[in-house]
């Protein structure tokens, strides 16, 4: 449920509209594997590889009035995305120092379509640099919390309107995150996360809940 304040790509006027969606978003997958076993005092390299398809509606999947205007909340972004990135983790008991470094290309493609009197071709999303850095500390045998940063430096978007290339401004979404974490079973686990925002363009709050369980398939 969005309350979206949009401007019209023909007339440059702006308008409020409140967008209600249920359905599912993009579905991802990731593939990690670790690098070292960390002995020697070395910390622990992982590297990671994440895609995400388009099994959400895009943003030029959903109904717009003439005007260009968005009748409907898109699930998804519309876009294929590949994310490689290396995450290092170093454990002092009881804290674990952690940090991160990603890069993700979102593949374009060609819309074709009249929106708002303007014909949209090839739209080519902004690459995202990121980085995180943070720790975490044990309480005891089943509580921990932690704190982190994260940003993301996104990059200009490319659109076709109307035979012309137009490029967005790039900006910075910064996080500052802090999260409890707690062990009901040994293989069941209860997060609770808060991220505040410290840039223009970041969410000012986020609260997460996510509660991941371990399959033991011996």
């Known amino acids: 449920d969005d309350d979206v304040t949009q401007e019209a790509i023909s007339t440059g006027d702006s308008t409020s ?3 209600t969606a249920a359905n599912i978003g993009d579905v991802e997958a990731t593939v990690r594997y670790q690098i070292n076993d960390g002995r020697d005092d070395w910390p622990i390299f992982i590297a990671n590889a994440r895609v995400k398809s388009t099994t959400g509606r895009g943003p030029f999947d959903i109904d717009r009035n003439s ?3 968005e009748e409907e909340l898109a699930t998804g972004s519309g876009f294929w995305a590949v994310q490689p990135s290396i995450s290092v983790i170093y454990p002092i008991d009881p804290v674990c120092f952690s940090a991160n470094a ?3 290309h979102s593949l374009g493609f060609y819309v074709d379509e009249d929106i708002g009197g303007s014909t949209v071709g090839k739209v080519q ?3 995202v640099i990121g980085f995180g850095f943070g720790m975490g500390f044990a309480l005891n045998e089943k509580a921990s919390f932690s704190v982190g940063y994260a940003h993301d430096f996104v990059l200009k978007t490319q ?3 109307d035979g012309d290339d ?3 401004d790039t900006f910075d979404v910064g996080r500052l995150s802090l999260g409890f974490s707690y062990a009901l079973t040994d293989d069941i686990n209860i997060n609770l996360n808060t991220q505040v925002g410290v840039t223009d363009d970041a ?3 986020v609260l997460t809940l996510r509660t991941p369980f371990t399959i ?3």
Do not use: A, C, K
């Open 159 to 161: 659109q076709e309107i």
């Open 216 to 218: 033991d398939l011996n």
């Open 67 to 69: 005007e260009g205007i």
């Open 17 to 19: 509209s409140d967008l």
């Open 102 to 104: 990603s890069y993700t």
């Open 166 to 168: 137009v490029y967005s």
């Open 125 to 127: 999303p902004g690459d």
């Open 203 to 205: 969410p000012d709050v």
